[in-house]
């Protein structure tokens, strides 16, 4: 028996994970990642709190700083749920009617294959299994923080056939994303203006915020604005005593509120920014004025580059094929694989109504 040092005692917890102890360690959001998805076998549905001890707590001793620790698994947990490794529920009551309390609970191992024949691997390995894959696949895993990716090794082999005869699950894109499903700017416009057409009068909003259309697409922040003598609807924001700004959407007089629908709406899955974004989109594009996006080569990738927020439904589709990328001029950009760059043009167009910047915008800037 010997005393193992810290440096090998993570090495050896990643070892056991699966990674790679040369490039990764306990503290990584890759080892972090795979120790949640470990955890979360045995021990989901539970709450998340559970989920983060359970991780943080055998980390006494091997972190310098186990707070900052804490927030860095938190804050992968909370990837987790957004990618769909694992799921937020609520609970069942005894009469099967669901609870105030919301649980995690693992992904069942499943799979979504791009158009490229890159698979994305959700979900978690039941508790007996170390790894969804054997061994000869597993090797070929990328770890990208919380997302795993898995390339063809050749134009002919069948990467989709190959995982279903193991069990796992194929999701479609649309099935794992939860967007809205495809359809005109107009219609999307219509359907926030009809709920709008029945909202109760609303005259006195404090701290109420527009979002001017008018303004120039490729600066969001400068797109910002209080009432003054504007008439009509717009995207809106308002302060509260406590906590975030609400979102919503507002129809004004001269400058005056008439009437306000809150996002998100009841019953929705998207945050309320989440719709507001979504809509100014549709808004923009209806308007003859969309929202644009712009694509700079960058080796054996493309960097894409955006200048309005998106939803977190469109950005959970770019952190599974890319990696954040610094970029000036933009509000946020992914570096991708140029195999990816068709099917994520045909999507920022389809889906979001977004228009590509041409070389003369290019000058332009």
């Known amino acids: 028996m010997r005393r193992l040092t810290v440096e090998e005692v993570h090495a050896q917890k990643i070892r056991e994970l699966g990674l790679d102890p040369k490039a990764l360690d306990l503290t990584t959001p890759e080892g972090i990642a795979g120790a949640l998805r470990r955890v979360a076998s045995y021990l989901c549905p539970c709450s998340s709190a559970t989920l983060v001890c359970a991780v943080v707590d055998p980390l006494r001793g091997l972190v310098l700083d186990?707070?900052?620790?804490?927030?860095?698994?938190?804050?992968?947990?909370?990837?987790?749920?957004?990618?769909?490794?694992?799921?937020?529920q609520p609970e069942l009551q005894e009469d099967g009617s669901p609870s105030a309390r919301v649980l995690l609970y693992a992904a069942p191992a499943s799979f979504v294959v791009r158009q490229s024949g890159l698979v994305v691997l959700l979900g978690v390995a039941a508790a007996d299994q170390v790894s969804l894959l054997p061994s000869e696949l597993e090797c070929r895993i990328q770890y990208f923080g919380h997302v795993r990716r898995l390339s063809p090794s050749s134009g002919t082999e069948d990467?989709?056939?190959?995982?279903?005869?193991?069990?796992?699950?194929?999701?479609?894109?649309?099935?794992?994303?939860?967007?809205?499903?495809?359809?005109?700017?107009?219609?999307?416009?219509?359907?926030?203006?009809?709920?709008?057409?029945?909202?109760?009068?609303s005259r006195d909003i404090p701290g109420l915020q527009l979002l001017d259309p008018a303004k120039p697409v490729r600066y969001y922040r400068g797109r910002w604005t209080e009432p003054k003598a504007?008439?009509?609807?717009?995207?809106?924001?308002?302060?509260?005593?406590?906590?975030?700004?609400?979102?919503?959407?507002?129809?004004?007089?001269?400058?005056?509120?008439?009437?306000?629908?809150?996002?998100?709406?009841?019953?929705?899955?998207?945050?309320?920014?989440?719709?507001?974004?979504?809509?100014?989109?549709?808004?923009?594009?209806?308007?003859?004025?969309?929202?644009?996006?712009?694509?700079?080569?960058?080796?054996?990738?493309?960097?894409?580059?955006?200048?309005?927020?998106?939803?977190?439904?469109?950005?959970?589709?770019?952190?599974?094929?890319?990696?954040?990328?610094?970029?000036?001029?933009?509000?946020?950009?992914?570096?991708?694989?140029?195999?990816?760059?068709?099917?994520?043009?045909?999507?920022?167009?389809?889906?979001?109504?977004?228009?590509?910047?041409?070389?003369?915008?290019?000058?332009?800037?």
Request: hydrophobic letters at 40%; one cysteine or more; glycine letters at 8%.
């Open 230 to 365: 504007q008439t009509g609807r717009f995207v809106a924001r308002r302060q509260q005593a406590y906590g975030a700004d609400l979102w919503g959407y507002v129809q004004l007089t001269n400058g005056q509120p008439e009437r306000m629908i809150d996002f998100p709406k009841w019953g929705s899955r998207w945050r309320g920014c989440d719709e507001a974004w979504y809509l100014q989109m549709a808004i923009d594009a209806k308007r003859g004025s969309p929202q644009r996006f712009r694509v700079t080569p960058s080796g054996d990738a493309v960097v894409l580059e955006f200048f309005s927020p998106a939803p977190a439904w469109a950005r959970r589709r770019w952190d599974a094929i890319g990696e954040p990328a610094p970029s000036a001029g933009s509000l946020f950009a992914y570096r991708i694989p140029k195999t990816e760059i068709e099917e994520e043009r045909r999507f920022a167009r389809e889906a979001l109504w977004l228009e590509e910047m041409t070389s003369s915008d290019r000058r332009g800037t």
């Open 66 to 88: 186990l707070e900052k620790a804490k927030e860095l698994v938190q804050e992968t947990l909370e990837a987790m749920i957004s990618h769909g490794d694992v799921l937020e």
């Open 159 to 201: 990467l989709r056939g190959e995982l279903r005869q193991l069990g796992l699950f194929e999701l479609t894109s649309d099935a794992w994303l939860k967007g809205p499903k495809p359809s005109a700017a107009s219609q999307a416009v219509a359907a926030s203006d009809q709920a709008l057409d029945v909202a109760p009068p």
